[in-house]
């Protein structure tokens, strides 16, 4: 057997591990699998391409895994080992990093190591979203916006990249009381640069809903062209508004009138308007097929929580709402909150929580991911 089959048997394994939640022992073989390609050198590495790229994703998947478990440290130690093995990756290696400092609570020393990145190349916009969006991470939205600003301002950038800068404009202007008119400048500002950013409508219309600029969020409501999706959100305008009575009925109207089966959009939707009408058995079959499919979004896995905690089935719930926290925390800007404990789903998964009907007991077991040091009361 050649070294890379040998190689991808070891990377095969580990994501087998990782797929039974099981990350010590992908830990363990990917720790040892990165031993074995370092060993062989860097020039025999480079000459060998299949090599050097299966190097870069087994070390890219092991990180990501180290900061989930909160290793931090043997993460920032093979992140700053691959400087010398993968010589064109040194500016993502260095922010990746500095990115893992900032988490792990050396702020400032990661903080300053990206700034110096900036002053060595002061036209990488991806080096100032990540100084910005470490800023973001810490709630320092002062420091912050600027930062973004600046990025968003770099002309030689491509305007796809720009509407990443307005995207993390975005989100700081979200978290913030007052600035729903920034936020939602900036968001059409990407959406002009980058059509795709339009998808982003549903989280706009919840930001304005959190906030209570129920006008406007109606306004956004009349330019959702899918069905499902309008009449969620008239029905979390209205339930946000005090009108649940009504809000029933919009959220009643979806699942009466639109088939579940065959769905092409909408389906968080969907499943969430099951799970407020206290229905999970019609949200789990919507969701789960998708989830199964590697269709995984953050909230999604959230919604499918949720659904098992109604059905009182509480390690099923525990289980998709610790992928929900994996997947917000390693999202781009995070979709996690820091709290004691750790980490916590963020707003919009705390605020459904509270809406909907879930057994005590089961609550009781789930606080953890959306109460601030429930594990320590």
Request: proline fraction near 4%; glycine fraction near 6%.
């Amino acid at each position: 057997m050649s070294d890379i089959e040998k190689y991808l048997d070891l990377q095969r394994a580990a994501t087998t591990h990782y797929r039974a939640s099981e990350n010590t022992q992908g830990i363990q073989i990917q720790s040892q699998l990165v031993e074995d390609m370092l060993s062989l050198g860097p020039e025999a590495i480079h000459n060998q391409p299949r090599i050097e790229a299966l190097l870069k994703d087994v070390s890219s998947q092991l990180v990501d895994t180290l900061r989930w478990e909160g290793m931090y440290q043997p993460a920032i130690t093979l992140q700053e080992r691959l400087e010398g093995f993968l010589p064109e990756s040194l500016d993502l290696l260095r922010m990746g990093a500095a990115n893992l400092r900032i988490e792990g609570g050396e702020e400032e020393a990661g903080l300053n190591q990206l700034r110096i990145l900036t002053e060595n190349d002061p036209d990488n916009l991806w080096i100032w979203i990540s100084l910005g969006a470490g800023y973001l991470w810490l709630a320092r939205y002062a420091e912050a916006e600027p930062i973004f600003k600046h990025a968003a301002g770099l002309t030689n950038a491509r305007k796809v990249d720009r509407a990443v800068a307005q995207k993390y404009l975005y989100e700081l202007y979200a978290a913030q009381e007052g600035r729903t008119a920034d936020a939602l400048a900036a968001w059409r500002e990407g959406y002009r640069l980058d059509a795709k950013m339009r998808q982003m409508l549903p989280e706009v219309i919840r930001m304005l809903i959190y906030w209570r600029e129920f006008d406007q969020a109606n306004q956004m409501c009349a330019k959702e062209s899918d069905r499902v999706r309008k009449l969620f959100y008239q029905g979390l305008v209205l339930a946000d508004f005090g009108n649940m009575k009504e809000a029933s009925g919009f959220w009643r109207t979806i699942l009466l009138d639109i088939p579940s089966v065959g769905l092409h959009a909408g389906q968080d939707e969907y499943a969430e308007a099951c799970i407020r009408l206290v229905n999970p058995s019609m949200a789990i079959p919507v969701l789960e097929p998708l989830v199964q499919a590697d269709q995984l979004n953050y909230f999604r896995l959230v919604i499918l929580g949720l659904a098992w905690a109604q059905k009182q089935s509480t390690e099923r719930a525990a289980w998709y709402l610790r992928h929900a926290l994996r997947v917000g925390d390693l999202a781009r800007p995070r979709k996690t909150r820091p709290a004691p404990q750790g980490r916590i789903l963020d707003i919009y998964a705390r605020l459904l929580y509270y809406d909907i009907i879930v057994n005590p007991e089961v609550r009781a077991a789930l606080d953890v991911f959306f109460i601030p040091s429930k594990d320590q009361a």
